[in-house]
């Protein structure tokens, strides 16, 4: 299965600022997700990261907040921008190559807004 | 939009006891389901996926089921172990994985 590396894997942050994300699969892969998974909640999706065009987001989730980009098919960056302690979560990168495969998880960003 | 219950919400047992978990979901138009677990603090781990064509995936001491037509998926996990702690999820696959709360499961020594 795809190997999946996010860094980083934990950060504080500062109210305001923004963080980005990467995540870097050692194979190339159809598609690439990116989740959030607030304190004691299930996962959440925040938007599907398409390779060479803008993602397709999610209700709830808009760009100017998250923006994410998919330059090749191993690779994806999302940004949490301007953040608030409301955006204090796990932020996980998944990948799935092909419709009936089984989608893959990286370890998660703990973020934490002070 | 699919949406997934898994029941119960907690489960503690002792070491040694089957641990049997479930899985609803309201689409059944499903190819296929992925069962996860998930340490604290940590990314899924992915433990089984079955295909629609199939009834039940087995490796190891798991062994998932999946029923279609009553939307449901069974994880059974024979002689738990305090290793297998952990929050368990399903999720109907096919990129955009759509997750219940998960079940707790906790298994003492």
């Known amino acids: 299965s795809a190997v999946i590396s996010q860094k980083p894997s934990r950060d504080i942050c500062q109210r305001g600022t923004s963080l980005t994300i990467q995540c870097q699969v050692d194979?190339?892969?159809?598609?690439m997700f990116w989740y959030r998974q607030q304190p004691g909640q299930s996962l959440t999706l925040i938007a599907t990261?398409?390779?060479?065009?803008?993602?397709?987001?999610e209700s709830g989730f808009v760009i100017d907040k998250f923006p994410i980009s998919r330059p090749n098919l191993t690779f994806s960056t999302l940004t949490v921008s301007n953040m608030s302690p409301e955006d204090s979560s796990i932020y996980l990168c998944?990948?799935?190559?092909?419709?009936?495969?089984?989608?893959?998880f990286g370890d998660g960003t703990r973020l934490s807004i002070l | 939009k699919q949406e997934v219950t898994q029941i119960p919400a907690a489960l503690s047992v002792p070491e040694g006891e089957n641990l049997v978990l479930n899985c609803s979901f309201t689409?059944?138009?499903?190819?296929?389901l992925q069962w996860f677990r998930q340490d604290p603090g940590k990314g899924l781990t992915s433990l089984l996926l079955?295909?629609?064509?199939?009834r039940e995936q087995t490796s190891g001491r798991l062994n998932a089921s999946l029923d279609k037509s009553s939307g449901r998926s069974t994880l059974y996990i024979a002689a738990s172990q305090p290793g297998d702690s952990a929050t368990y999820l399903c999720?109907?696959?096919?990129?955009?994985?759509?997750f219940g709360a998960g079940t707790q499961v906790v298994v003492t020594p």
């Open positions: 998944s990948v799935v190559d092909g419709s009936n495969q089984p989608q893959h």
């Open positions: 194979s190339q892969v159809t598609m």
């Open positions: 990261a398409n390779q060479g065009s803008e993602a397709t987001y």
């Open positions: 689409d059944s138009a499903i190819y296929n």
């Open positions: 079955i295909q629609s064509s199939q």
């Open positions: 999720a109907p696959p096919g990129g955009k994985l759509q």
